[in-house]
């Protein structure tokens, strides 16, 4: 018998993704100014990063950062619970908390390794776990890890989640969702999957990557925006690399969830806790997205905007309230057709294809930022406008 070559095979996985259209490339980014990018020798205006807010490069941060960094260094030298854990951390925390309105929160060093924590803590192997299949990668990758069972309901389904949690009533259940749909940019049925899961007795858990400085009024996030809080959601996880401009994750619940957490969530517990001048420029990033609610509501007044447009071209937009603006093109060759003519018009517009959407659902993932001009809005419909009619389906040729 021979042993395949690991090596080999996945050199032979690639090809077969690259015949297939499939392939991903990696680019690099000479310089970003605002939603500017300079790359490869082209200037491009981005509708595709995570910076919904404009806060990336804000002075306040770099300032907050330097500072930081002049005081204490760069690395934290190691995990938090071994010498880590530095004040600028514990602030951040309690900010994050404060603001959110839950007891307290918990840093992780990013969102995937936040979510892998949670349920693998939460988790046993035979426990449920209820998921929406849109679902952030990480949500499904962390019930699988943690080794429970995973079923998945279709999207926004609450009649559909409550079958799977009928399905086994004595196993301890999580049922988790994005808050905000990272691919769709729609809002989960949140109240009503609140109320189900404390008739079914799960505990509630929502990953608000994408609503966290872009819903609610004070920016806090999907969870406040729909009334709810931590009696209704006693899990919430967020990340500080969309809108706060940064990187870096949290997890907010009671006090007891988050001294369990720091107990047994492996990804927290044996990683080094993020650069203290880091939690630092994010204490600064949470003030701006907490004050200035001038940045929600010209992000929302360019997101009006924006549809109304596209609705008036007769774009296939999505129903989404949010940053996230997908028009889905159907195959992936088209959206890659489209997000390469948008480049040539000097617009830089990501196609997103299977397997991170389903087949046949590949689209133009836009999103949309505070540090965005009317104009620029405007300049994109227009480029959106010439897209060949045949690239476009449903747009009147
Ligand atoms: C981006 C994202 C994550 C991962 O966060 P990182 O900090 O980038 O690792 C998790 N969940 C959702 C919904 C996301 O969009």
């Not at 070559?5 to 605002?34: F, I, N």
Request: glycine share 10%.
């Amino acid at each position: 018998m021979m042993r395949p070559s690991l090596t080999e095979r996945l050199a032979r996985q690639h090809a077969e993704r690259a015949a297939a259209g499939l392939a991903r490339r990696l680019r690099t980014v000479d310089r970003a100014e605002g939603p500017w990018m300079q790359r490869e020798g082209q200037r491009l205006l981005a509708f595709c990063n995570n910076d919904y807010l404009g806060l990336a490069q804000h002075p306040a941060l770099v300032r907050a950062l330097q500072q930081a960094a002049d005081a204490s260094g760069v690395g934290s030298g190691s995990a938090h619970l071994i010498g880590g854990h530095r004040a600028e951390h514990a602030a951040l925390e309690e900010a994050l908390a404060e603001w959110t309105g839950y007891e307290r929160a918990l840093l992780f060093s990013t969102g995937y390794m936040a979510n892998l924590g949670v349920m693998q803590a939460l988790l046993q192997r035979d426990d449920l776990c209820v998921q929406d299949k849109l679902n952030h990668a990480c949500l499904l990758d962390g019930a699988q890890l943690a080794g429970a069972e995973l079923k998945r309901y279709p999207h926004a389904d609450v009649d559909g989640a409550a079958r799977q949690l009928a399905s086994r009533p004595a196993a301890g259940a999580l049922l988790a969702t994005d808050g905000v749909f990272s691919m769709d940019g729609d809002i989960a049925p949140l109240p009503a999957l609140a109320t189900l899961c404390r008739e079914s007795g799960a505990t509630f858990m929502v990953d608000d990557a994408h609503g966290l400085g872009v819903l609610g009024t004070r920016g806090e996030g999907s969870v406040g925006a729909a009334g709810l809080g931590q009696p209704e959601v006693p899990v919430l996880m967020a990340t500080l690399g969309k809108a706060l401009g940064c990187s870096g994750a949290f997890v907010a619940g009671s006090g007891a969830l988050i001294d369990g957490l720091l107990q047994s969530a492996r990804t927290y517990i044996y990683t080094t806790a993020m650069p203290p001048a880091l939690a630092a420029a994010t204490l600064a990033a949470l003030r701006l997205a907490r004050d200035e609610s001038w940045r929600r509501d010209k992000l929302h007044a360019l997101i009006a905007r924006f549809r109304q447009g596209a609705a008036q071209l007769g774009l296939p937009l999505m129903p989404s309230p949010t940053a996230i603006q997908p028009l889905l093109l159907g195959d992936a060759q088209a959206a890659l057709a489209a997000s390469q003519a948008l480049e040539a018009a000097g617009f830089l517009v990501t196609a997103i294809r299977p397997p991170t959407v389903p087949a046949g659902k590949a689209r133009l993932r836009i999103t949309l930022s505070a540090a965005h001009e009317e104009t620029q809005v405007d300049q994109l419909l227009e480029a959106l406008s010439r897209l060949p009619a045949r690239a476009v389906p449903g747009r009147p040729v």
